[in-house]
């Protein structure tokens, strides 16, 4: 009797089965970039029905940006019967990461992967990659229509290993009614620490702070950056392995002194590390001037009800402006796919370059166009006619001094310390020593260099 | 017994007001997802019109339905297969008795304190081994056994009276069609329970299908919400309001239909 | 049963047992057993930059992390978020059992309106407390604004923020712990009422004399379950804070989340992961020794 009793369990069981492997046979068909061929040799690329030759672009756009591109993309799809290019939004960079480490170097990987400024190091030493360089080589591609202070980054060694995508830098954005309110030229925006302090000073009021920045790594890497100030060693991290952070050093101790001075002063509004908020801010009247990337300036034109200036970023009064370094992400093709398919993903990063693909995506989103051909485009002229605003972010960047602090550190471990540099800030802001707080981020940072090369093969 | 008017003026103000306070921030996204740009700056509670532009955008944007249909499908899934994973184990917890049964059962408990985050890169790579990404499998297999599921159903099964399982095995029925004619049919309320429970659950999960999905074709609703707020280009919050009451009708729908069941089947678990 | 056959005859009750929870037992070792293992593994080892064990390091990462401030106030943050959320969270949903326990009209559409939470997503909550935080446009500032009061940096200020984020947790699980204690109240014999009441017993009285007592068992299993809730707290804090500021709201599991997404320090995250796994350990069993004595079961 019992031993009856185990069968119609038997059963059940099997009928579950049964039910997963119907479910596993109709979703491949849906996916067909996992069922590619993997015997033999040579790697089959994927094809569409129609035998094109498909492949995947990992992107980590949402909102407007995914819009963008969805449009590119299928402009790209339209303008040629070889290729079809399927853009898959994959999370945030961290999530789009962590899932191309779960693929990378294997046939499954994406031929095209969207990575971070600061994940470039990683992504060379990944050992999941082709180097761009190699296509440029091949096609016999002419770099120098691109922008060099973009490229610059991206270039290490001299050689060019993804291709330039989103980029973005910071600028300054502010508000020129309680400019004028407050007896400050409107047009002139405060150029050094102390003019913005000064500038801060007299624009703060009961409902409106003075100035603001994102609590946001990058934004000071800036401020050290256009001082000429390092935030490693080894050049940045460019002429060899950085071992140490440098970033406590007296560029990284000016922008400390200078948000320390206007925190204490209560000048300073601390809106957090949120993108929106400190926007909204800035369109309620909370603040005066903030710190945004160039991608945000025509939401704070078209949201504030007030007149908005643009200018380039502050810096330290006895130094020379040296200008920004280039944020945003770029394009890695994979390595260990089929060779039509990383041909394909070539063919479609040459059609992104395109100045007419650069304008839209430049009027779509407010990230550069890496073909500056595209500001002669009629409808980005047309639009800077009407937001004379932009053209400050393209002069910034093109009046960028070239030099290692301006092409921006090289480490792996740039995430983490970014999160030092926040955690910092946020304790500058409680009223902590400038200098401590300072030390230790370069030591959280140092920590993690220091495990990076210790376990790097 | 009756409740005087005084205290009933009373406790009527306090249920309105507190689950007033409740609602609130629903309704708040609510109102929210019908606002433009500049009326959603102005701080407003009321939007001027009740416009659908952002419901439009937010179905232009993302294939919407398709999400939906993915979500309803997983979670159906998941639902059904800890119904069945959960009360077999649970049927043996209380009708067997062999070696080592607390051992096992604490083992199970213990499952419930393990942080799922922790576990999470393992798991990918696992789904990944098995070549699962981008199924219904991986996104519902690692969730069919539930420690908390598990629990529920021995506590229901506890209450069944030990003389109906001796008067079966008198009668000659087998284990197993004691099981699924008795036990059952008689835990009706909590085995309806665990399914609106798990249901829920898996209509909410959020980072698990993101990192084992590539591309569209099984995402679910909760990745839509992500996709739908920006990071350095600024976030259109009627937008991202509107596709908030997309995903979350679906389930408040369920709740209201659902929820004197679940409420009666929910406290079983509590009752030894 | 048959106590004098063979062994193999003996274990039959088992090996049937086992065939039912085979299900279970072949999941939890693939997706919940084998992760752990190797998560303990991981945590003697410092990963390098794909995840891999590189080198090891016996109990540094635990010693570092030990000595490490950074961890202890995520002990902090954990141990004080549990304190605001369990307990506050508990009793809330209590107060709303009790008053949609009473039997008036239209009871049921606000036992529907308690119960809601439970049908918003923690990313669909976040999403709209975010918006309710948002220190100039958001509705909490506004309502300050009107009312005459300073205007508060909900998330923004470390001495507010762990408020905020467990103010918003409160909310989203609220609506779970209502329908099980509602259950609960419901389940209790009228009859007990009906004879306090002829001995002209206080509402109160009653309360602490008859509901409470009966609804002992409820009460603990959403104990338990809120503790376990509460010590694994993850969404929230990713759309809300992302664990700032100052480190304030930097949970436990956010930071093994942050440690080994974003740092790819699977060493360190993996030694979190174990510490965090035997606090909720002894807080269970603590809680059951505890526990169970005070519980009166029926």
């Not at chain 1, 038997?10 to 970039?33: F, G, K, P, Q, R």
């Not at chain 1, 973005?168 to 405060?190: H, R, W």
């Not at chain 1, 945003?328 to 370059?353: D, N, R, V």
């Not at chain 2, 991986?138 to 539930?146: N, Q």
Request: glycine share 8%.
């Amino acid at each position: 009797m019992k031993k009856f009793g185990a069968n119609p369990l038997l059963w059940l069981l099997i009928l579950a089965m049964a039910i997963l492997t119907a479910c596993t046979n109709s979703d491949s068909n849906t996916n067909n970039e996992s069922s590619t061929g993997d015997s033999g040799e040579k790697k089959e690329p994927a094809k569409t029905e129609d035998g094109k030759v498909s492949i995947e672009f990992w992107h980590a756009m949402s909102g407007t940006g995914q819009e963008s591109i969805d449009a590119i993309v299928k402009g790209f799809n339209e303008s040629q019967d070889q290729y079809e290019v399927k853009a898959e939004y994959q999370g945030s960079y961290e999530e789009s990461l962590t899932k191309l480490r779960g693929v990378g170097g294997t046939k499954d990987a994406p031929a095209i992967t969207q990575v971070f400024e600061v994940g470039t190091k990683y992504m060379i030493e990944s050992g999941y990659i082709e180097p761009m360089q190699s296509f440029i080589d091949k096609d016999n591609y002419d770099l120098s229509q691109l922008e060099e202070n973009i490229l610059n980054y991206y270039r290490v060694d001299g050689d060019l290993y993804s291709m330039p995508f989103n980029s973005s830098t910071p600028v300054m954005i502010y508000n020129k009614d309680a400019f004028k309110e407050a007896g400050l030229d409107p047009e002139k925006a405060p150029e050094t620490f102390s003019e913005v302090i000064e500038a801060a000073e007299k624009l703060t009021t009961d409902e409106m702070k003075g100035f603001s920045m994102l609590t946001y790594g990058w934004f000071f890497e800036q401020l050290v950056a256009t001082q000429g100030g390092l935030y490693v060693n080894e050049d940045n991290g460019r002429s060899g392995d950085a071992t140490e952070a440098v970033f406590n050093g007296p560029e990284g101790r000016n922008v400390f002194d200078f948000l320390d001075r206007m925190n204490k002063a209560g000048t300073f509004g601390n809106f957090g590390t949120n993108w929106d908020d400190i926007r909204a801010a800035f369109s309620t009247g909370k603040v005066a001037m903030y710190m945004d990337s160039s991608a945000g300036v025509a939401g704070a034109i078209n949201n504030a009800p007030f007149e908005v200036g643009v200018a380039y970023i502050p810096h330290a009064d006895e130094v020379k402006r040296n200008g920004v370094v280039i944020g945003g992400a770029s394009l890695w093709m994979s390595k260990g796919i089929a060779e039509e398919e990383q041909e394909a993903a070539w063919e479609f990063m040459k059609y992104l370059t395109t100045p007419e693909v650069q304008a839209k995506w430049h009027l779509d989103t407010g990230y550069f166009a890496i073909n500056p051909k595209a500001y002669d485009e009629e409808d980005v002229k047309a639009k800077w006619a009407e937001y004379p605003q932009y053209k400050v972010t393209v002069d910034q960047l093109q009046d960028t001094v070239p030099g290692y602090a301006t092409q921006g550190a090289l480490i792996s471990v740039f995430p983490e310390s970014r999160q030092q540099i926040v955690t910092a800030l946020e304790e500058l802001y409680q009223g902590k020593d400038p200098q401590e707080v300072l030390d230790k981020a370069v030591e959280g940072t140092n920590r993690a260099i220091e495990i990076a090369n210790k376990t790097k093969k | 017994m009756k409740t005087s008017l005084p205290a009933k003026i009373w406790l009527y103000f306090l249920l309105i007001v507190t689950s007033l306070c409740v609602f609130f921030p629903v309704l708040y996204a609510f109102m929210i997802s019908f606002m433009t740009g500049p009326e959603i700056i102005q701080g407003r509670f009321f939007p001027q019109t009740f416009n659908l532009e952002n419901y439009t955008k937010v179905f232009d944007r993302l294939p919407l339905l398709n999400y939906l249909l993915n979500s309803f499908i997983v979670s159906i899934s998941v639902m059904l297969g800890q119904l069945v994973v959960c009360s077999l184990a649970a049927y043996a917890f209380v009708f067997f008795k062999f070696k080592g049964r607390d051992f096992i059962f604490f083992l199970f408990i213990s499952t419930m304190m393990i942080p799922w985050e922790a576990t999470m890169i393992p798991n990918v790579f696992t789904i990944r081994k098995l070549d699962w990404f981008n199924t219904y499998q991986g996104l519902t297999l690692p969730f069919f056994a539930l420690a908390f599921g598990t629990f529920l159903l021995r506590q229901h099964f506890l209450t069944i009276p030990k003389e109906l399982h001796e008067a079966s095995q008198i009668a000659g029925l087998s284990r197993f069609k004691f099981f699924w004619k008795v036990v059952l049919p008689i835990s009706k309320t909590s085995l309806v329970t665990l399914g609106a429970y798990g249901f829920l659950t898996t209509w909410n999960m959020y980072l698990w299908p993101l990192l084992i999905t590539t591309n569209q074709s099984v995402r679910t609703v909760q990745i839509g919400l992500k996709q739908l707020q920006s990071q350095e280009i600024a976030t259109e919050w009627g937008v991202v309001m509107a596709g908030v009451i997309v995903v979350i009708i679906p389930t408040l729908l369920l709740l209201f239909i659902g929820q004197k069941q679940l409420q009666k089947g929910l406290s079983q678990g509590a009752l030894k | 049963m048959n106590t004098t056959g063979s062994l193999w005859k003996r274990s039959v009750n088992g090996r049937t047992a086992l065939l039912y929870l085979l299900p279970s037992i072949i999941l939890f070792s693939v997706f919940v057993f084998y992760p752990m293992f190797r998560t303990i593994y991981l945590s003697f080892f410092l990963t390098d930059q794909a995840g891999n064990a590189a080198i090891n390091v016996g109990f540094e990462n635990y010693q570092y992390l030990l000595g490490s401030s950074e961890f202890q106030n995520s002990m902090k943050a954990t141990i004080l978020f549990v304190l605001y959320t369990v307990p506050i969270g508990i009793i809330l949903a209590l107060f709303f059992a009790l008053l949609a326990n009473e039997k008036l009209k239209g009871i049921g559409f606000f036992r529907t309106m308690y119960s809601s939470t439970m049908g918003v997503s923690v990313a669909a909550s976040s999403v709209i407390w975010l918006f309710m935080f948002n220190p100039s446009i958001g509705m909490f500032n506004r309502l300050l604004q009107t009312v005459g009061l300073p205007q508060i940096q909900w998330l923004l200020d470390p001495e507010w923020a762990l408020l905020s984020v467990s103010m918003s947790t409160i909310w989203m699980n609220v609506g779970f712990s209502f329908l099980i204690l509602l259950g609960g109240l419901q389940n209790i014999d009228e009859h007990l009422y009906e004879s306090s009441r002829i001995d002209g017993a206080g509402y109160f009285y009653r309360l602490r004399r008859i509901t409470l007592p009966m609804l002992s068992p409820t009460l603990f299993f959403i104990i338990t379950i809120s503790l376990i809730n509460a010590f694994q707290t993850f969404g929230q804090i990713d759309i809300l804070t992302k664990g700032g500021p100052s480190q304030s709201t930097n949970l436990i599991v956010y930071s093994i989340y942050r440690e080994a997404f974003v740092n790819y320090q699977f060493g360190t995250a993996s030694a979190q992961a174990v510490i965090l796994f035997v606090i909720i350990l002894i807080v269970t069993i603590l809680q059951f020794k505890l526990g169970e004595r005070k519980v009166h079961y029926q």
